[in-house]
């Protein structure tokens, strides 16, 4: 098997989680093998931010509620992955959670990432005060990732470059208390990371331990530096947010190129889960794109093989 960065990193990943929660039973090889977790290869999904202005957390409201969308995702959709945001939850409380997860288990569906949205959040503030404050709201939201049966969490990235000591440090801080947990940390380009192609490589690699990539194909600035960027990105992805914009009347995409992005990723040798990342007020119209777009997906994954 070829060791690429991206398999190097896993290993060493699950390595540090197997130190860390004091199981280590076998070299590192074999124990990279070894997971209870369900194979993601070949998946496509859906962000739950996809759903907003339909997901509501009272169900006497218009729409529908997390507790129903797996049924929803599985009856409409014929998708079984649920990439999830803080935002989506009604509430972090053990009960509640515990019903979302029977939820998703009962249809088939399974939570596969929790991205940590929470505003006015600065875990790279330089009040210690301040950033000890984010990182516990963090922890938090690692348990509920946790609790929920995610493998990964992911944090906000701020709008503009923090002060990378502070940053890097506070990340791993998550990362070790994630591990704890058989959570991974996950990073996204999103905000000041938008701009440089490298930017999620070089915070991966600077973190060092128990992240991976989750590149949103939608987020950078321009295309030049988006094609580039997922060429560097993949290599170490875990998951992709496959995001896209206005689609035509047969699924046509005109801000950038949603084949161009696949195949580099297929390229690096990435092979999901898919997480489609695509909003539209209008439910009807909603569930034809997302549909649309799967077939897509599914339709480029078999010419792949």
């Known amino acids: 098997m070829k060791l690429t960065r991206r398999r190097f990193n896993e290993l060493v990943g699950r390595r540090f989680n197997e130190l860390v929660v004091g199981t280590l039973v076998a070299p590192v090889l074999q124990a990279a093998e070894d997971t209870n977790k369900q194979s993601l290869v070949g998946e496509v999904g859906v ?4 759903f907003s202005g339909h997901l509501v957390k009272d169900a006497q409201l218009a729409g529908f509620t997390l507790l129903e969308l797996p049924q929803i995702l599985r009856e409409e959709l014929d998708m079984r992955v649920i990439d999830l945001n803080t ?11 515990d019903q979302c997860r029977a939820a998703a288990e009962k249809a088939g569906c399974v939570f596969t990432n929790l991205k940590m949205n929470q505003r006015n959040v600065d875990m790279n503030h330089s009040d210690p005060m301040i950033r000890a404050r984010a990182l516990a709201i963090y922890k938090q939201s690692i348990d509920t990732a946790a609790r929920l049966g995610a493998r990964w969490a992911r944090p906000l990235p701020q709008a503009t470059r923090p002060d990378m000591e502070i940053h890097i440090a506070a990340y791993r801080e998550l990362a070790d208390y994630a591990a704890t947990r058989d959570v991974t940390m996950l990073v996204e380009n999103y905000g000041w990371m938008q701009g440089n192609p490298r930017s999620v490589v070089e915070l991966v690699t600077a973190i060092g331990k128990n992240v991976f990539a989750c590149p949103d ?33 047969d699924g046509e995409h005109r801000k950038y190129d949603l084949r161009r992005c696949y195949d580099i990723g297929r390229q690096a040798g990435f092979k999901g889960p898919w997480c489609l990342e695509h909003a539209h007020r209008d439910r009807k119209t909603l569930f034809r794109d997302l549909g649309l777009l799967r077939d897509q997906l599914r339709q480029w994954m078999r010419s792949s093989e």
């Open 217 to 249: 194909i939608g987020n950078w600035n321009t295309n030049e530096i988006r094609y580039e960027a997922l060429k560097e990105t993949f290599p170490d992805a875990v998951s992709c947010d496959f995001k896209a914009r206005e689609l035509g009347p």
């Open 87 to 97: 935002s989506s939850l009604g509430s972090q409380e053990p009960d509640y959670l």
């Open 47 to 50: 962000t739950t931010s996809s």
